[in-house]
Protein backbone atom coordinates (compact mmCIF):
# COMPACT_ATOMS: atom_id res chain seq x y z
CA UNK A 1 0.00 0.00 0.00
CA UNK A 2 0.84 3.32 -0.42
CA UNK A 3 2.80 5.48 2.23
CA UNK A 4 1.73 8.76 1.03
CA UNK A 5 -0.70 9.87 -1.99
CA UNK A 6 -0.57 13.42 -3.50
CA UNK A 7 -4.34 15.00 -4.32
CA UNK A 8 -4.35 16.54 -7.61
CA UNK A 9 -7.25 18.66 -7.57
CA UNK A 10 -9.49 20.86 -5.07
CA UNK A 11 -12.75 21.48 -3.60
CA UNK A 12 -15.19 18.61 -3.15
CA UNK A 13 -13.65 15.84 -4.79
CA UNK A 14 -10.25 16.51 -3.20
CA UNK A 15 -11.71 16.44 0.33
CA UNK A 16 -13.29 13.09 -0.82
CA UNK A 17 -10.13 11.49 -1.76
CA UNK A 18 -8.52 12.79 1.36
CA UNK A 19 -10.94 11.35 3.43
CA UNK A 20 -10.96 8.02 1.71
CA UNK A 21 -6.70 7.82 2.45
CA UNK A 22 -7.14 9.00 6.49
CA UNK A 23 -9.57 6.60 6.32
CA UNK A 24 -6.74 3.64 5.21
CA UNK A 25 -4.06 5.00 7.36
CA UNK A 26 -2.21 6.95 3.84
CA UNK A 27 -0.72 10.24 4.46
CA UNK A 28 -1.73 12.83 2.34
CA UNK A 29 -0.59 15.87 0.51
CA UNK A 30 -2.74 18.74 -1.17
CA UNK A 31 -1.84 21.08 -3.78
CA UNK A 32 -3.62 24.69 -4.15
CA UNK A 33 -3.33 27.65 -6.11
CA UNK A 34 -2.86 30.94 -4.07
CA UNK A 35 -6.80 31.32 -4.43
CA UNK A 36 -7.56 28.33 -2.82
CA UNK A 37 -4.66 29.21 0.17
CA UNK A 38 -7.95 28.33 2.45
CA UNK A 39 -9.77 25.50 0.83
CA UNK A 40 -10.90 22.65 3.30
CA UNK A 41 -8.55 20.14 1.52
CA UNK A 42 -5.34 22.42 2.72
CA UNK A 43 -7.08 22.81 6.00
CA UNK A 44 -7.28 18.93 6.34
CA UNK A 45 -4.13 17.18 4.90
CA UNK A 46 -1.27 15.94 6.37
CA UNK A 47 0.76 18.87 4.17
CA UNK A 48 -0.07 21.16 1.46
CA UNK A 49 2.29 22.85 -1.38
CA UNK A 50 1.51 26.10 -3.30
CA UNK A 51 1.65 25.61 -7.00
CA UNK A 52 1.20 28.17 -8.59
CA UNK A 53 -1.53 31.39 -9.18
CA UNK A 54 -5.19 31.14 -9.56
CA UNK A 55 -5.34 30.23 -13.66
CA UNK A 56 -5.73 26.48 -13.63
CA UNK A 57 -2.59 26.35 -16.55
CA UNK A 58 -0.51 28.10 -13.89
CA UNK A 59 -1.39 25.61 -11.16
CA UNK A 60 -3.94 22.46 -11.26
CA UNK A 61 -2.65 21.76 -15.08
CA UNK A 62 1.25 22.29 -14.25
CA UNK A 63 2.36 19.26 -14.39
CA UNK A 64 6.18 19.90 -13.66
CA UNK A 65 5.13 21.54 -10.20
CA UNK A 66 3.02 18.88 -9.11
CA UNK A 67 5.33 16.18 -9.98
CA UNK A 68 7.89 18.87 -8.36
CA UNK A 69 5.74 18.64 -5.29
CA UNK A 70 5.77 15.42 -5.45
CA UNK A 71 9.32 15.02 -4.97
CA UNK A 72 9.45 17.19 -2.52
CA UNK A 73 6.64 15.73 -0.36
CA UNK A 74 7.79 12.28 -0.83
CA UNK A 75 4.32 11.46 -2.09
CA UNK A 76 4.66 7.70 -3.92
CA UNK A 77 1.34 8.26 -5.43
CA UNK A 78 -1.22 11.10 -7.28
CA UNK A 79 -4.65 10.35 -7.01
CA UNK A 80 -6.08 12.88 -9.71
CA UNK A 81 -9.78 13.10 -9.08
CA UNK A 82 -12.03 14.29 -11.73
CA UNK A 83 -11.20 16.81 -14.44
CA UNK A 84 -8.10 18.88 -14.62
CA UNK A 85 -5.27 15.95 -15.33
CA UNK A 86 -7.66 13.08 -14.82
CA UNK A 87 -7.44 11.62 -18.01
CA UNK A 88 -4.57 13.23 -19.11
CA UNK A 89 -2.21 10.41 -20.85
CA UNK A 90 0.98 12.36 -20.75
CA UNK A 91 0.52 12.99 -17.00
CA UNK A 92 0.13 9.50 -16.29
CA UNK A 93 2.82 8.63 -18.34
CA UNK A 94 5.42 11.56 -16.77
CA UNK A 95 4.42 10.09 -13.33
CA UNK A 96 5.32 6.64 -14.75
CA UNK A 97 8.81 8.03 -15.58
CA UNK A 98 9.22 9.55 -12.22
CA UNK A 99 8.38 5.67 -10.27
CA UNK A 100 4.84 8.01 -9.16
CA UNK A 101 2.10 5.83 -9.28
CA UNK A 102 -0.76 7.36 -10.81
CA UNK A 103 -4.22 6.16 -9.47
CA UNK A 104 -6.07 5.31 -12.92
CA UNK A 105 -5.99 3.72 -15.82
CA UNK A 106 -2.70 3.14 -18.06
CA UNK A 107 -2.00 6.13 -20.27
CA UNK A 108 -2.59 3.62 -23.64
CA UNK A 109 -5.77 3.26 -22.39
CA UNK A 110 -6.76 6.81 -21.36
CA UNK A 111 -5.28 7.24 -25.31
CA UNK A 112 -7.54 5.16 -26.49
CA UNK A 113 -10.84 6.04 -25.20
CA UNK A 114 -10.12 10.00 -25.05
CA UNK A 115 -10.50 9.89 -29.03
CA UNK A 116 -14.25 9.42 -29.52
CA UNK A 117 -13.39 7.48 -33.19
CA UNK A 118 -10.56 4.71 -31.76
CA UNK A 119 -13.37 4.61 -28.56
CA UNK A 120 -16.30 3.44 -30.72
CA UNK A 121 -14.10 1.16 -32.65
CA UNK A 122 -12.61 -0.24 -29.36
CA UNK A 123 -15.69 -0.65 -28.14
CA UNK A 124 -17.16 -2.15 -30.74
CA UNK A 125 -14.59 -4.58 -30.63
CA UNK A 126 -15.22 -5.44 -27.70
CA UNK A 127 -18.84 -6.48 -28.07
CA UNK A 128 -20.43 -3.57 -26.71
CA UNK A 129 -23.31 -1.82 -28.99
CA UNK A 130 -22.66 0.80 -30.33
CA UNK A 131 -24.57 3.73 -31.98
CA UNK A 132 -24.38 3.40 -35.94
CA UNK A 133 -22.56 5.89 -37.53
CA UNK A 134 -18.96 6.63 -39.35
CA UNK A 135 -16.01 4.36 -38.79
CA UNK A 136 -13.84 6.80 -38.54
CA UNK A 137 -13.34 10.84 -38.86
CA UNK A 138 -15.61 12.33 -41.64
CA UNK A 139 -13.36 15.34 -43.25
CA UNK A 140 -15.61 15.63 -47.09
CA UNK A 141 -19.14 16.83 -47.21
CA UNK A 142 -19.86 13.78 -50.11
CA UNK A 143 -19.19 11.00 -47.58
CA UNK A 144 -21.06 13.24 -44.70
CA UNK A 145 -24.36 12.76 -47.27
CA UNK A 146 -22.83 9.13 -47.81
CA UNK A 147 -23.31 7.73 -44.41
CA UNK A 148 -26.26 10.43 -43.03
CA UNK A 149 -28.19 8.57 -46.22
CA UNK A 150 -27.21 5.14 -44.96
CA UNK A 151 -28.51 5.53 -41.15
CA UNK A 152 -31.07 8.13 -41.97
CA UNK A 153 -31.74 11.35 -41.08
CA UNK A 154 -31.56 13.27 -38.25
CA UNK A 155 -28.10 12.62 -37.63
CA UNK A 156 -25.63 13.97 -34.52
CA UNK A 157 -21.76 15.42 -36.03
CA UNK A 158 -19.19 14.97 -33.11
CA UNK A 159 -15.69 16.37 -32.14
CA UNK A 160 -13.18 13.28 -32.15
CA UNK A 161 -11.31 14.78 -29.11
CA UNK A 162 -14.79 16.92 -27.26
CA UNK A 163 -16.67 16.67 -24.73
CA UNK A 164 -19.02 18.82 -22.52
CA UNK A 165 -21.18 19.37 -25.94
CA UNK A 166 -18.88 21.44 -27.57
CA UNK A 167 -18.37 20.74 -31.49
CA UNK A 168 -21.80 19.32 -31.66
CA UNK A 169 -24.28 19.67 -34.35
CA UNK A 170 -27.64 18.14 -35.35
CA UNK A 171 -28.79 17.51 -38.97
CA UNK A 172 -32.62 17.00 -39.27
CA UNK A 173 -32.13 16.52 -42.83
CA UNK A 174 -30.39 16.67 -45.92
CA UNK A 175 -30.44 20.66 -46.39
CA UNK A 176 -28.79 21.04 -42.62
CA UNK A 177 -25.79 18.84 -43.42
CA UNK A 178 -23.43 21.35 -44.92
CA UNK A 179 -23.28 23.96 -42.00
CA UNK A 180 -23.90 21.50 -39.43
CA UNK A 181 -20.65 19.71 -40.82
CA UNK A 182 -18.86 23.12 -41.07
CA UNK A 183 -19.83 24.59 -37.56
CA UNK A 184 -18.76 21.07 -35.83
CA UNK A 185 -15.61 21.60 -36.96
CA UNK A 186 -14.33 24.69 -36.41
CA UNK A 187 -16.41 24.85 -33.09
CA UNK A 188 -14.07 21.29 -32.25
CA UNK A 189 -10.46 23.05 -33.84
CA UNK A 190 -11.58 26.30 -31.48
CA UNK A 191 -12.05 24.30 -28.06
CA UNK A 192 -9.88 21.18 -28.82
CA UNK A 193 -7.39 21.72 -31.20
CA UNK A 194 -8.24 18.92 -33.32
CA UNK A 195 -10.92 19.46 -36.21
CA UNK A 196 -11.99 15.63 -36.70
CA UNK A 197 -15.38 15.06 -36.31
CA UNK A 198 -17.57 11.75 -36.74
CA UNK A 199 -21.43 10.85 -37.53
CA UNK A 200 -23.53 9.17 -35.76
CA UNK A 201 -27.57 8.60 -35.74
CA UNK A 202 -29.39 10.95 -33.54
CA UNK A 203 -31.68 9.28 -31.32
CA UNK A 204 -35.18 11.55 -30.33
CA UNK A 205 -35.84 10.81 -26.84
CA UNK A 206 -33.20 8.41 -25.41
CA UNK A 207 -32.00 8.22 -21.87
CA UNK A 208 -28.24 8.70 -20.84
CA UNK A 209 -26.93 5.52 -18.89
CA UNK A 210 -23.89 4.96 -18.05
CA UNK A 211 -22.34 1.71 -16.26
CA UNK A 212 -19.86 2.07 -13.22
CA UNK A 213 -16.50 -0.21 -13.98
CA UNK A 214 -13.46 -1.67 -12.69
CA UNK A 215 -10.66 -3.47 -13.82
CA UNK A 216 -8.22 -4.86 -11.41
CA UNK A 217 -5.33 -5.02 -13.57
CA UNK A 218 -4.44 -8.38 -14.14
CA UNK A 219 -7.43 -9.55 -16.86
CA UNK A 220 -10.54 -9.28 -14.65
CA UNK A 221 -13.40 -6.94 -14.27
CA UNK A 222 -16.39 -5.97 -12.47
CA UNK A 223 -19.63 -3.98 -12.80
CA UNK A 224 -21.24 -1.54 -10.09
CA UNK A 225 -24.42 -1.23 -11.71
CA UNK A 226 -25.87 1.59 -13.58
CA UNK A 227 -26.41 5.24 -13.33
CA UNK A 228 -29.04 7.33 -15.13
CA UNK A 229 -27.99 11.37 -15.62
CA UNK A 230 -30.85 11.78 -18.15
CA UNK A 231 -31.51 14.72 -16.68
CA UNK A 232 -29.15 17.15 -18.41
CA UNK A 233 -28.80 20.92 -19.35
CA UNK A 234 -26.05 21.87 -22.38
CA UNK A 235 -25.11 18.50 -21.90
CA UNK A 236 -23.93 19.07 -18.44
CA UNK A 237 -25.21 16.70 -15.83
CA UNK A 238 -27.45 18.01 -12.90
CA UNK A 239 -29.42 14.98 -11.30
CA UNK A 240 -27.97 11.02 -11.27
CA UNK A 241 -29.96 8.60 -9.99
CA UNK A 242 -29.00 4.58 -9.43
CA UNK A 243 -30.73 2.59 -10.24
CA UNK A 244 -32.52 3.99 -13.66
CA UNK A 245 -35.98 3.89 -13.23
CA UNK A 246 -36.31 2.90 -16.99
CA UNK A 247 -34.61 -1.00 -16.78
CA UNK A 248 -35.66 -3.49 -15.56
CA UNK A 249 -33.47 -6.59 -13.56
CA UNK A 250 -32.74 -8.21 -16.70
CA UNK A 251 -31.83 -5.70 -18.96
CA UNK A 252 -29.27 -4.25 -16.04
CA UNK A 253 -27.80 -7.65 -15.92
CA UNK A 254 -27.02 -7.81 -19.30
CA UNK A 255 -25.75 -4.49 -20.21
CA UNK A 256 -23.54 -4.65 -16.77
CA UNK A 257 -22.33 -8.41 -17.70
CA UNK A 258 -21.08 -6.62 -21.29
CA UNK A 259 -19.12 -4.05 -19.84
CA UNK A 260 -17.58 -6.44 -17.32
CA UNK A 261 -16.94 -8.60 -19.76
CA UNK A 262 -15.37 -5.78 -21.76
CA UNK A 263 -13.28 -3.90 -19.20
CA UNK A 264 -11.66 -7.39 -18.61
CA UNK A 265 -10.68 -8.21 -21.92
CA UNK A 266 -9.03 -4.87 -22.22
CA UNK A 267 -7.03 -5.61 -18.91
CA UNK A 268 -7.98 -2.59 -17.61
CA UNK A 269 -6.95 -1.36 -14.33
CA UNK A 270 -9.26 1.40 -12.01
CA UNK A 271 -12.37 2.93 -12.36
CA UNK A 272 -14.21 3.64 -15.50
CA UNK A 273 -17.79 4.50 -16.64
CA UNK A 274 -19.00 2.93 -19.74
CA UNK A 275 -21.92 5.74 -21.34
CA UNK A 276 -24.68 5.09 -23.52
CA UNK A 277 -28.01 6.11 -24.82
CA UNK A 278 -30.87 4.23 -24.14
CA UNK A 279 -33.76 4.35 -26.68
CA UNK A 280 -37.00 1.19 -27.02
CA UNK A 281 -34.86 -1.35 -25.05
CA UNK A 282 -31.14 -0.93 -26.79
CA UNK A 283 -28.14 0.87 -25.49
CA UNK A 284 -26.01 2.73 -28.01
CA UNK A 285 -21.99 3.31 -26.72
CA UNK A 286 -21.45 7.19 -26.84
CA UNK A 287 -17.81 7.03 -24.59
CA UNK A 288 -15.84 6.18 -21.86
CA UNK A 289 -14.60 8.58 -18.80
CA UNK A 290 -11.53 6.81 -17.37
CA UNK A 291 -11.54 8.16 -14.39
CA UNK A 292 -13.95 8.79 -11.16
CA UNK A 293 -17.10 10.66 -12.50
CA UNK A 294 -18.41 13.37 -10.22
CA UNK A 295 -21.57 11.12 -9.32
CA UNK A 296 -20.00 7.75 -8.03
CA UNK A 297 -21.55 8.23 -4.46
CA UNK A 298 -24.94 7.18 -5.65
CA UNK A 299 -23.52 4.11 -7.01
CA UNK A 300 -21.61 3.72 -3.43
CA UNK A 301 -24.74 4.10 -1.84
CA UNK A 302 -26.47 1.42 -3.55
CA UNK A 303 -23.90 -1.20 -3.04
CA UNK A 304 -21.76 -0.01 0.09
CA UNK A 305 -18.96 0.15 -1.30
CA UNK A 306 -16.03 2.85 -1.36
CA UNK A 307 -15.09 3.72 -4.82
CA UNK A 308 -12.41 5.54 -3.90
CA UNK A 309 -10.65 2.50 -1.57
CA UNK A 310 -11.22 0.23 -4.46
CA UNK A 311 -9.07 3.07 -7.45
CA UNK A 312 -6.39 3.30 -4.22
CA UNK A 313 -6.05 -0.63 -3.85
CA UNK A 314 -6.06 -1.74 -7.68
CA UNK A 315 -3.84 0.98 -8.26
CA UNK A 316 -1.15 -0.65 -5.33
CA UNK A 317 -1.45 -3.82 -6.85
CA UNK A 318 -3.40 -5.37 -4.31
CA UNK A 319 -6.63 -6.39 -6.85
CA UNK A 320 -10.28 -5.85 -6.20
CA UNK A 321 -11.82 -6.01 -2.80
CA UNK A 322 -15.04 -7.62 -4.33
CA UNK A 323 -16.13 -10.50 -7.20
CA UNK A 324 -18.93 -9.90 -8.96
CA UNK A 325 -21.03 -11.78 -6.89
CA UNK A 326 -20.47 -9.75 -3.87
CA UNK A 327 -21.98 -6.95 -4.90
CA UNK A 328 -25.60 -6.49 -3.95
CA UNK A 329 -27.81 -3.83 -4.71
CA UNK A 330 -29.97 -2.12 -2.22
CA UNK A 331 -32.56 0.65 -2.25
CA UNK A 332 -32.45 3.59 -4.52
CA UNK A 333 -30.44 6.62 -4.27
CA UNK A 334 -30.28 10.26 -5.77
CA UNK A 335 -27.66 13.25 -6.37
CA UNK A 336 -28.33 16.64 -7.21
CA UNK A 337 -25.02 19.03 -8.13
CA UNK A 338 -25.57 22.20 -6.35
CA UNK A 339 -23.78 24.49 -8.36
CA UNK A 340 -23.15 28.61 -7.39
CA UNK A 341 -24.73 29.73 -10.24
CA UNK A 342 -28.25 31.45 -10.79
CA UNK A 343 -31.14 28.85 -10.69
CA UNK A 344 -32.60 30.12 -14.08
CA UNK A 345 -29.90 31.55 -16.46
CA UNK A 346 -27.12 29.41 -14.97
CA UNK A 347 -24.70 32.44 -14.96
CA UNK A 348 -21.98 31.98 -11.75
CA UNK A 349 -22.51 33.21 -8.64
CA UNK A 350 -18.56 33.46 -7.34
CA UNK A 351 -19.08 35.38 -3.45
CA UNK A 352 -18.69 34.96 -0.02
CA UNK A 353 -20.90 32.36 1.85
CA UNK A 354 -22.50 34.04 4.77
CA UNK A 355 -24.44 30.93 6.07
CA UNK A 356 -24.29 27.08 4.98
CA UNK A 357 -25.72 24.97 6.62
CA UNK A 358 -26.50 21.10 5.60
CA UNK A 359 -29.36 18.61 6.16
CA UNK A 360 -28.62 15.35 7.54
CA UNK A 361 -30.78 11.95 9.07
CA UNK A 362 -30.76 8.74 7.64
CA UNK A 363 -29.43 8.42 4.12
CA UNK A 364 -28.52 11.89 3.77
CA UNK A 365 -24.80 12.56 2.42
CA UNK A 366 -23.12 15.92 1.56
CA UNK A 367 -20.22 15.98 -0.58
CA UNK A 368 -19.09 19.81 0.01
CA UNK A 369 -15.86 21.91 0.11
CA UNK A 370 -17.47 25.01 1.53
CA UNK A 371 -17.95 26.42 4.95
CA UNK A 372 -19.84 29.61 6.47
CA UNK A 373 -17.33 32.58 5.09
CA UNK A 374 -15.87 30.70 2.27
CA UNK A 375 -15.10 33.05 -0.34
CA UNK A 376 -15.84 31.32 -3.70
CA UNK A 377 -13.66 32.08 -6.27
CA UNK A 378 -14.74 33.21 -9.81
CA UNK A 379 -11.72 30.47 -11.51
CA UNK A 380 -13.05 27.32 -11.39
CA UNK A 381 -15.79 24.78 -12.03
CA UNK A 382 -19.28 26.25 -10.19
CA UNK A 383 -20.10 22.99 -8.10
CA UNK A 384 -19.84 23.71 -4.24
CA UNK A 385 -21.46 20.10 -2.92
CA UNK A 386 -23.21 17.48 -3.99
CA UNK A 387 -26.66 16.50 -1.96
CA UNK A 388 -26.76 12.46 -1.98
CA UNK A 389 -29.85 10.64 -0.71
CA UNK A 390 -30.72 7.15 -0.36
CA UNK A 391 -33.51 5.53 0.63
CA UNK A 392 -35.34 1.58 0.03
CA UNK A 393 -36.82 2.19 -3.16
CA UNK A 394 -37.36 5.37 -5.25
CA UNK A 395 -40.48 6.59 -3.63
CA UNK A 396 -38.74 7.08 -0.02
CA UNK A 397 -35.67 8.59 -1.65
CA UNK A 398 -37.72 10.72 -3.34
CA UNK A 399 -39.02 11.76 0.12
CA UNK A 400 -35.87 12.48 1.73
CA UNK A 401 -34.93 14.46 -0.78
CA UNK A 402 -37.72 16.75 -0.66
CA UNK A 403 -37.02 17.17 3.09
CA UNK A 404 -33.04 17.74 2.51
CA UNK A 405 -33.35 20.04 0.24
CA UNK A 406 -35.72 22.00 2.43
CA UNK A 407 -33.17 22.30 5.44
CA UNK A 408 -30.48 23.08 2.99
CA UNK A 409 -29.08 26.58 3.37
CA UNK A 410 -26.91 28.40 1.28
CA UNK A 411 -26.79 32.20 1.74
CA UNK A 412 -24.57 35.17 0.10
CA UNK A 413 -24.81 33.28 -3.50
CA UNK A 414 -27.00 32.35 -5.53
CA UNK A 415 -27.11 28.26 -5.79
CA UNK A 416 -29.28 25.92 -8.10
CA UNK A 417 -31.11 24.64 -5.10
CA UNK A 418 -34.50 26.51 -6.12
CA UNK A 419 -34.50 24.37 -9.09
CA UNK A 420 -34.05 21.23 -7.45
CA UNK A 421 -36.62 22.24 -5.35
CA UNK A 422 -39.08 22.71 -8.53
CA UNK A 423 -38.10 19.43 -9.92
CA UNK A 424 -38.63 17.64 -6.52
CA UNK A 425 -42.68 18.14 -7.28
CA UNK A 426 -42.91 17.34 -10.60
CA UNK A 427 -45.11 14.72 -11.91
CA UNK A 428 -42.31 13.85 -14.40
CA UNK A 429 -39.69 13.53 -12.01
CA UNK A 430 -41.21 11.95 -9.13
CA UNK A 431 -42.60 9.08 -12.11
CA UNK A 432 -39.12 8.67 -13.38
CA UNK A 433 -40.61 9.51 -16.75
CA UNK A 434 -38.11 12.04 -18.78
CA UNK A 435 -35.08 12.11 -21.25
CA UNK A 436 -31.93 13.93 -22.21
CA UNK A 437 -34.17 16.91 -23.34
CA UNK A 438 -36.54 17.24 -20.92
CA UNK A 439 -34.59 19.13 -18.91
CA UNK A 440 -33.67 22.01 -21.19
CA UNK A 441 -37.67 21.88 -22.31
CA UNK A 442 -38.71 22.80 -18.59
CA UNK A 443 -36.46 25.68 -18.08
CA UNK A 444 -37.44 27.11 -21.98
CA UNK A 445 -41.21 26.89 -20.12
CA UNK A 446 -39.98 28.81 -17.52
CA UNK A 447 -42.05 26.53 -14.92
Known amino acids: MFQKILIANRGEIALRVLRACKELGIQTVV????????AMHVRLADESVCIGPPPSRDSYLNIHQIVAACEITGADAVHPGYGFLSENAKFADILAAHNITFIGPSGDHIRIMGDKIEAKRTAKRLGIPVVPGSDGAVTEEKEARRIAAEIGYPVIIKASAGGGGRGMKVAHAEADLEIALQTARSEAGAAFGDDAVYIEKYLEKPRHIEVQVFGDGFGGGVHFGERDCSLQRRHQKVWEEANSPAL????????GGICAKAIADLGYSGAGTIEFLYENGEFYFIEMNTRLQVEHPVTEAITGIDLVHEQIRVASGGGLSVKQEDIKFNGHAIECRINAEDPRTFTPSPGTITHFHTPGGLGIRVDSGVYSGYKIPPYYDSLIGK?????????ECMMRLRRALDEFVVDGIKTTLPLFRDLVGNADIANGDYDIHWLEKYLAKGE
Open 31 to 38: VHSTADAD
Open 387 to 395: LIVHGRNRV
Open 248 to 255: NAEERSRI
